[in-house]
């Protein structure tokens, strides 16, 4: 976050009941200063 942007990251586990399953980035938003809305990076 900065004063400009705030950057949001939707990350996910393909398997919430396995123990190290990998972390993945799904999609990332950014919401600017004075812009309403978080739209993709």
């Given at each position: 976050m900065t004063?400009?942007?705030w950057?949001?990251?939707?990350r996910v586990v393909d398997a919430v009941?396995?123990?190290g399953a990998p972390v993945r980035?799904?999609?990332?938003?950014v919401v600017?200063?004075?812009?309403?809305g978080a739209?993709?990076?």
């Open positions: 004063a400009d942007a950057t949001a990251d939707c009941t396995t123990p980035t799904r999609a990332t938003f600017e200063d004075g812009r309403p739209v993709p990076a």
